[in-house]
């Protein structure tokens, strides 16, 4: 049912990672029909005049107009597909114009981002630059800092565009060049956080952020990216994070 839903951008989360890799395997055709209704639902919720799918359909009480959040970054991947595969450009065309609006309005001059943009409805343009998951509205929530090295890592595998690769090594050289990453490169759930080193650490956003380095260490070799990777993975197969059995929380 979700290649239905049109009331949320995660449909690319949903089944691309589910859906997309059980075609890929198995060449299923259902599998197919459904990855393409679910890149027609997630499409719907774009907007030419501000140039970005929208994420939430929520305000924040009142404080957004349209928010467009950088997790938004890894559903792209989804319309891809579907444009290599049913030869329909716009789903591409959808995913190019969502990638360069969020390059420009979601990036520091540092290279890390924020959490949420929401754009003005009238004009189009941004009106309010916050974090609704991270520490502060101008702190690095590590999560999203990790979906916007994989995004931007996505979209130069999926359309060679250099400009896209370069934002991925910039986006890089903040991560591994930061003074709060820790010397296991797991990082803490925000590196501005206000207790660190006594903060929780976030495996989600170093396991992203390691498949990241790994496809953009093929593309840009003797950076370091495969080793920070390595390391990361080292660090997550450790007894330090790996749950006690029946403690994992689901």
């Keep these: ?30 599998y197919k029909d459904v990855l393409v209704t679910g890149a027609g639902s997630l499409s719907t ?8 799918i929208r994420s939430w359909d929520f305000t924040n009480n009142g404080k957004w107009q349209y928010p467009v959040i950088i997790d938004n970054m890894m ?16 789903f591409h065309d959808i995913a190019v114009t969502h990638a360069n609006t969020t390059m420009e309005n979601h990036f520091r001059d540092d290279y890390s981002c924020y959490h949420v ?16 998951q991270g520490y502060a509205d101008e702190s690095a929530w590590a999560r999203g800092q990790a979906w916007a090295i994989y995004g931007y890592t996505m979209m130069a595998r999926e359309t060679g565009s250099p400009e896209y690769l370069a934002q991925a090594k910039h986006i890089a050289r903040f991560l591994m060049n930061h003074p709060n990453m820790p010397a296991d490169k797991v990082p803490y759930w925000d590196f501005d956080a206000p207790n660190i080193p ?4 976030d495996a989600s956003a ?13 593309y840009l070799p003797d950076k370091g990216y495969k080793e920070t990777a390595d390391r990361i993975m080292e660090s997550l197969a450790s007894p330090s994070y790996r749950a006690k059995v029946g403690t994992n929380g689901n």
């Design 206 to 218: 170093a396991a992203c952020t390691a498949s990241a380095l790994y496809e953009l260490s093929t």
């Design 45 to 52: 919720r774009f907007n030419p005049m501000i140039k970005a």
């Design 1 to 30: 049912k979700v290649q239905h839903v049109t009331d949320n951008h995660d449909v690319g989360f949903m089944l691309y990672c589910s859906y997309g890799n059980g075609y890929r395997l198995t060449q299923n055709p259902a």
């Design 75 to 90: 559903n792209l991947e989804l319309l891809t597909w579907a444009s290599k595969t049913t030869g329909d450009n716009r």
């Design 198 to 201: 006594n903060e929780p650490r």
């Design 117 to 132: 943009v929401s754009y003005d409805t009238i004009t189009g343009k941004p009106h309010i630059k916050m974090t609704h």
